[in-house]
């Protein structure tokens, strides 16, 4: 894609490969470690590296809006960039996916808070929730399976 040709001219793409690979690693580690402020900090990081490549390609481009903006901010206000509320006593991770919108990975049992919390901050946003599955399973579709 047009993104994909653009993001290689970044004055940010030296490294970029080594460094998500290395967070990658990262990750493991602190899931592993049920580490839950390395895994908002990783989260956030990568999400903040992966959109400054975006922001210094040439000619640089941005899928954020302001509103996009306005959240982060808040969020970074509160805390959770450290992966917890300004009190410290609600775990929470941000990430963004390649456009604009913003997810918040929160323990099933914070679902409530964070989802008064921020219609409360926000009432204009649109709010999808989504829970853990329940891992990979092979699907049969049409008798087909394996070219079978």
Not at 82 to 93: E, P, T
């Amino acid at each position: 894609s047009e993104a994909h040709r653009r993001v290689i001219f970044s004055r940010n793409w030296e490294g970029r490969v080594r460094r998500a690979f290395v967070r990658a690693n990262q990750l493991k580690s602190v899931l592993i470690n049920s580490d839950w402020e390395g895994f908002s900090s990783l989260s956030w990081e990568e999400a903040m590296d992966m959109h400054e490549l975006f922001h210094s390609a040439e000619p640089s481009f941005s899928y954020l809006k302001p509103l996009t903006y306005e959240v982060l901010s808040w969020f970074e206000s509160i805390g959770v960039r450290k992966g917890r509320d300004s009190k410290g006593l609600v775990r929470a991770a941000v990430t963004l996916d390649a456009g604009p919108n913003i997810h918040l990975l929160v323990p099933q049992s914070s679902e409530v808070f964070w989802l008064e919390r921020l219609k409360s901050q926000f009432p204009e946003i649109s709010i999808l929730v989504d829970h853990q599955g329940e891992g990979a399973s092979i699907i049969r579709t049409s008798g087909v399976l394996n070219g079978n």
